[in-house]
């Protein structure tokens, strides 16, 4: 990469030795050439030409010169060997994680292969049905129902999709993300399948058969949770010559009671050393075994690649688990990609991207904000993803006008041509964002893109909603901008004080207001707009390929308010043809299973030089709650065509009133509007693609679905009856019209209606028998229940509900729970006594706590105060972790004293004595004993041993004598 920024046009690049193994040429002559400048280096025109042999590797030495400066640069050529049709490659084949009992989307990130000479679609995973594979599960295919209904062998699901098992599917069905594995619900860990891929009926891997692993998440709301928007596989791309931060985008749990700084990950199966060490940042240098979310929150988390002269690359592993000190997730595993500083990934050079719009303005989305820079990659090999979507917009190609969805594409020619843009909804908002994804086809990088929205006043101008902003204009040809390309409206201001003022000009052709020539800050009006006096001009001739041209402007009113930041875009066609003209008039209405006529009323197309019959339509988004039909195609009569993205139908079957819609999927679900997205073709030039709305009627022909639990009130108190206790689901009737009537009041306590949900539980007016309420009071948490403090178990209560169509009856029953208000209390609390420099298991012989009402082995610990010398530690399941004011653990529960996992230990060198920790005891219900103390006595020896006998011993020369303690003895106080 040369950088001038002074005097580009001035640097010439000279070959001083010439590559050994091929040649330098320049396209499109391609002739090798000796000397070169930067701008054919900008252009990708020079290229490198191997001479077939088997080298491995060449160099060229290349001299700079600008005219002041000389520079001299040996430029290294990598030559990798030519692949023989090996068929198709595994490329991917990483672990997934499942919900127990939930679905894991098996997309291309998880498992992909690939084959030079075959597309994805042939490309075919074959499943092997051998026994217990997948044993806990199913991989199925999941897609939305079909118009015309389910195929046999599918099985039609409540959300109105369709779903089979295969026998095989193929790369493209993972690359659309219809493949799933669905778990059965079983208790287990793990669960594999085992598959052989093909091409074109031919398998290149033998008998060879490969396993796709699924680890399987307990349902266990307890344990921590993987946090949204984390993608899996858990990993993160790393280079071979630096540091790497792992951050919480690639790996971070939640747990709804613990924060981050107590959540605690394990490493238990750390990198080998020669692949590299986990960190943290206050330790360089020495491997971490445990830290926290809140480590990896703060960005202390790190990895550190191997030395460089190990020259270690590929996909390095470390297994680890997260607790919250109580409960524990199953091993996972992270993924490190360690690449070459040869292989290095795209980088985002603006490190915090943003757009400006006005609020219902536009804004295109360029190389200013998505400018990527890739060592071994030229841009137009880049490709950009749409990660997450706008929330008040939508980002569209100017070439489709269709709206962009998370998943979808785009790349470095779309940025150059300013062809994405960002439409903001208009909704009261000052900021919005997405997230952008690049990859060169190997690694991968993500930036965030901020959208800064500027409010306009309520009674400023506004974007006209039959106005596209848009226009196509055939090449070295002139064209009227008419209110269906640009419009603009306001409430307090005529056509002609509406005024637009050019910000900037096009680059490819001129506009013209009559005969005078539009500059920069020239302004015209909407006037002109409606007397057709406004008109592009192009001299460019575009050959095969569109160019997209722009000019922005700012719109004012009679009042000077301005709406900022507007652009117009014009796509510049190829001269010998002329697209279509497109005429989407008024959406329709159709009711909910009905069936409606779309007549050129709706959609009009024409061409001036190609026939009715000829003008095709043709669907790129089908509808989603219904279909369309075509009552007569290719002359025949006799049953109706589907209509979908294959099957287009012509401009004269809705002339002849032959195309219908129907309304479809209305079971379990109530669709207020669907439509559908198109596009018109001649059969050489299509028009934008255009969307068509249809309004659904709604019908109550769904009856309403209870579901009622078991309230609990404390005996004497009173309780809200929520959704989360009486639950009712209609699809087409609203709440307020869901009426409840009381059939049976109950015996024990009364049943309230409150004014206001903050007003006291006994101030609600009694509900007696005959009287009713709605299913919005209950949303609205207004329907209580006050017991009378009499001593009984249960109560209930009986009643009917209708949404006027459908009546059923229920019961809802209250669980009286007499009151827990009694303080936990010690029976036993001994202390600890045992010698210097071990370890003591505390006991219930040591300590225990008991509650009259309450379930002892509940009963919590708090700690208070830390005992001054030695610590307490919790050993469960061979983890020791400290137990401390300070955490991780702050707490233990009298279970855990029980099962002897509380200890308590004292370092070899610590001073012994006696001292001790205090806490405070709880029970389930909060109720406290505080102020506790456990008293430690640790033994030492203070004073050394005496000798009080030393007579010595007198025997004769060649005898044997014993010594006993009538001659040497010793004792110790």
């Known amino acids: 990469d040369i950088q001038d920024d002074y005097n580009p046009s001035d640097v010439v690049l000279s070959v001083l030795d010439p590559p050994k193994h091929g040649r330098l040429i320049l396209h499109p002559a391609d002739v090798s050439v000796q000397d070169f400048q930067l701008k054919d280096l900008k252009r990708g025109q020079l290229h490198y030409a191997h001479d077939g042999t088997n080298s491995l590797h060449d160099q060229v030495l290349l001299q700079i010169n600008d005219g002041h400066n000389i520079l001299n640069i040996l430029f290294q050529i990598k030559i990798t060997q030519q692949n023989i049709d090996k068929g198709p490659q595994l490329l991917n084949n990483l672990q997934g994680w499942v919900p127990e009992g939930g679905l894991l989307q098996i997309t291309n990130r998880l498992l992909q292969a690939a084959d030079k000479d075959a597309r994805d679609s042939e490309i075919v995973f074959n499943l092997i049905h051998a026994e217990e594979s997948p044993k806990f599960g199913d991989v199925i295919l999941l897609v939305p129902m079909p118009a015309d209904g389910p195929a046999d062998g599918w099985q039609t699901l409540p959300d109105g999709k369709i779903a089979t098992v295969p026998n095989s599917f193929t790369q493209q069905d993972l690359n659309n993300g219809i493949v799933w594995y669905q778990h059965s619900g ?334 920069e800050f020239s302004t015209f009006t909407m006037e002109d707009i409606n007397n057709q006096r406004i008109r592009y001009t192009t001299d460019f001739d575009t050959d095969d390929q569109p160019i997209t041209d722009i000019f922005h402007f700012t719109v004012y009113d009679v009042d000077n308010n301005r709406l900022d930041n507007q652009m117009f ?165 609203p709440e307020n019209e869901l009426v409840l009537r009381v059939t049976k009041k109950p015996s024990h306590g009364k049943l309230r209606k409150r004014q206001f949900y903050s007003e006291p539980l006994e101030n609600g007016r009694v509900l007696t028998q005959g009287s009713s309420f709605t299913y919005q009071d209950v949303l609205d948490e207004l329907i209580v229940y006050t017991h009378d403090g009499t001593s009984v178990q249960s109560d209930e209560f009986r009643f009917a509900f209708t949404d006027g169509l459908y009546t059923e009856n229920g019961k809802m029953e209250f669980y009286v729970e007499k009151q827990k208000n009694e303080t936990p209390r010690l029976a036993i609390n001994r202390g600890l006594q045992f010698s210097a420099g071990s370890v003591s298991v505390i006991t219930q012989q040591h300590l225990q706590a008991t509650d009259i009402d309450s379930d002892d082995e509940k009963l919590k610990f708090v700690i208070t105060k830390d005992p001054t010398v030695g610590r307490l530690q919790m050993s469960k399941n061979d983890n020791l ?77 060649n005898t044997v004598k014993k010594i006993t303690t009538l001659q040497l003895s010793a004792t110790d106080q």
């Open 569 to 733: 875009t014009i796509t510049i066609t190829t001269a010998r043809d002329y697209s279509p003209l497109v005429n989407v008039r008024d959406e329709v209405t159709v009711e909910e299973g009905g069936r409606i006529l779309l007549s050129s009323h709706s959609i009009l197309a024409t061409d001036q030089d190609t026939p009715e019959k000829d003008l095709l339509i043709k669907i790129t988004t089908a509808p989603m709650f219904g279909y369309i039909e075509n009552l007569k195609r290719e002359g025949r009569a006799d049953q109706a065509v589907i209509i979908s993205p294959d099957v287009p139908f012509s401009v004269q079957d809705i002339l002849d009133n032959n195309v219908y819609y129907v309304q479809s999927v209305h079971r379990s679900i109530e669709p207020i509007s669907d439509g559908f997205d198109f596009y018109v073709t001649d059969g050489i030039i299509q028009s934008p693609v255009y969307h068509f709305n249809i309004i659904i009627l709604q019908k109550n022909d769904e009856p309403p679905k209870m579901s009622v639990e078991t309230v609990q009130v404390k005996e004497g108190t009173g309780v809200v009856i929520r959704n989360t206790s009486l639950s009712l689901q209609d699809q087409d009737t």
């Open 881 to 957: 972790v400290q137990i401390s004011i300070r955490g991780p653990i702050k707490r233990f529960t009298q279970a855990d004293i029980n099962k002897g996992y509380v200890e308590y230990r004292h370092e070899k060198g610590e001073p012994g004595g006696s001292f001790a920790f205090k806490f405070d005891v709880v029970d389930p219900d909060g109720n406290k004993l505080i102020d506790q103390s456990f008293f430690i006595s640790v033994l030492e020896d203070k004073l050394p041993p005496s000798i009080v006998v030393n007579k010595g011993l007198v025997l004769d020369e």
């Open 186 to 519: 079983i208790t287990s860990t793990e669960d594999s399948f085992k598959f052989q891929f093909t091409n074109g009926g031919r398998t290149y891997t033998g008998d060879e058969s490969h396993t796709f692993h699924i680890g399987v998440v307990p349902k266990n709301e307890d344990i921590p949770q993987l946090a949204l928007g984390v993608i899996t596989p858990l990993q993160v791309t790393a280079l071979e010559d630096r540091v790497t931060v792992i951050r919480a985008a690639q790996l971070s749990f939640v747990d709804r009671d613990t924060p981050s700084q107590d959540l605690i990950y394990n490493i238990t199966v750390p990198l080998l050393s020669e692949h590299g060490t986990i960190e943290h940042s206050d330790s360089p240098f020495f491997p971490v075994t445990f830290f926290t979310q809140a480590d990896i929150d703060n960005g202390e988390i790190l990895y550190r690649p191997p030395a460089a002269s190990l020259h270690a690359q590929g996909l390095f592993k470390f297994s680890f688990t997260v607790s919250d000190g109580e409960h524990k997730s199953p091993e996972m595993e992270f993924t490190i990609h360690l690449l070459s500083t040869n292989q290095q990934p795209p980088v985002f050079q603006i490190s915090e991207p943003f757009i400006e719009v006005s609020q219902g303005g536009r804004a295109a989305i360029g190389l200013s904000q998505l400018a990527v820079r890739d060592a071994d990659t030229y841009p137009y090999d880049l490709l950009f993803e749409l990660m997450e979507t706008p929330q008040f917009g939508t980002l569209i190609k100017s070439d489709y006008r269709q709206p962009m969805v998370k998943g979808d594409t785009f790349t470095h020619d779309d940025l150059v041509r300013n062809a994405i843009h960002y439409v903001h909804g208009g909704t009261l908002t000052t900021e919005d964002n997405m997230q952008i994804l690049v990859t060169d086809g190997i690694t991968t990088a993500t930036t965030m893109l901020e959208v800064h929205i500027s409010a306009t006043d309520s009674d400023g101008p506004r974007l006209a909603p039959e106005s596209l902003l848009t226009i196509s204009v055939p090449a070295k040809s002139l064209k009227t901008i008419t209110r269906s390309h640009l419009a603009y409206i306001d409430n307090n201001s005529p056509d002609n004080k509406i005024r637009i003022q050019l910000i900037s000009l096009p680059m490819y052709g001129i506009l013209t207001n009559g005969d005078e020539e539009l500059l």
